[in-house]
T-cell receptor
């Protein structure tokens, strides 16, 4: 079946550092790809998404490009802030009966120090 | 904006006990989902519903039951709790099949 693999955490950076969180996937067909973020004490929130090859999703300074040739969807941000500390999940969508289910990576915990 | 609300946030159960995890959404979404997240793992789909009165099994349904009598509510029932059900449970909803899923804050369940 389809699967998602994220770089292992935790990741600790200093404020204003460059961030990359790697995500690769295995899928039949061309699923939509997502990054979700979970801030402390909150539920998962959609951060960005891309629905086809070479699409770039972006939000709040974060970007990720759907790379079909490398089956990757790496998350990047040029200058992180303390408020970016959270757990980040890469996911893809696949059909499940009459719905679309999300297949998640294991999550990467990011801590930004001032 | 309440969004997706789950209760309780934390619970400790003894082996063999039963409980219901509550999930309600106020966005009039048709699709609702239950996922579980084990330590160091991604979320796995337990059950889902495409509308009131309709439910179906996901990837890991054993040991769980659901019902969807209203659009708003999608409770998850554990009948005979087992240590393997120790996990964090997330409820989610979406307006339709291909739109963004909104998640609740999660319920951390420990079975001892």
């Amino acid at each position: 079946g389809n699967s998602v693999t994220q770089m292992e955490g935790p990741v600790t950076l200093s404020e204003e550092a460059f961030l990359t969180i790697n995500c690769t996937y295995t899928a039949t067909g061309y699923p939509s790809l997502f990054w979700y973020v979970q801030y402390p004490g909150e539920g998962l929130q959609l951060l960005l998404k891309a629905t086809k090859a070479d699409d770039k999703g972006s939000n709040k300074g974060f970007e990720a490009t759907y790379r079909k040739e490398t089956t990757s969807f790496h998350l990047e941000k040029g200058s992180v802030q303390v408020s970016d500390s959270a757990v980040y999940f890469c996911a893809l969508s696949e059909p499940e009966g009459g719905a679309q289910k999300l297949v998640f990576g294991q999550g990467t915990r990011l801590t930004i120090n001032p | 904006n309440a969004g997706v609300t789950q209760t309780p946030k934390f619970r400790i159960l003894k082996i063999g006990q039963s409980m219901t995890l509550q999930c309600t959404q106020d966005m009039n979404h048709n699709y609702m989902y239950w996922y579980r997240q084990d330590p160091g793992m991604g979320l796995k789909l337990i059950y889902y519903s495409v509308g009131a009165g309709i439910t179906d099994k996901g990837e890991v349904p054993n040991g769980y039951n659901v019902s969807r009598s209203t659009t708003e509510d999608f409770p998850l029932r554990l009948e005979l709790a087992a240590p393997s059900q120790t996990s964090v449970y997330f409820c989610a909803s979406s307006r339709d099949r291909d739109t963004e899923a909104f998640f609740g804050q999660g319920t951390r369940l420990t079975v001892v």
